[in-house]
């Protein structure tokens, strides 16, 4: 299950990418808050922090609202944090 999870997020990743190189980026924007941004990656790849012994804890700030693509924002920070819990030295 784990790896059809993870093979489903690279195929979402790579459509976004492609969606981004086609100039679709602007499209299907809407406001979201950056919080729950941040903990939509976070929970994402919560297995791959929790295997590297990473725990993050999110601390909201003030209230703070952009107009992306959720599912691109998402996706871009669950790659980072994949990363960093991968390669990152001494891993996080």
Known sequence: ?????????LVESLLAL???????AGEGRRERDVTDLVESGI?????TLAA???ALEVVPGP????S???EL???ALA??????????????
Do not use: Y
Request: proline share 6%; glycine share 12%.
């Open 79 to 92: 790659n980072l944090l994949r990363n960093a819990a991968t390669h990152a030295p001494g891993r996080p």
């Open 63 to 66: 209230a703070a609202t952009v």
């Open 43 to 47: 929970q994402r790849e919560s297995r």
């Open 1 to 9: 299950r784990e790896e059809t999870g993870r093979l489903a997020d």
């Open 73 to 75: 924002i998402t996706a």
């Open 18 to 24: 492609a969606r981004v190189d086609g100039g679709g």
């Open 52 to 54: 590297a012994g990473c």
């Open 68 to 70: 992306v693509q959720p």
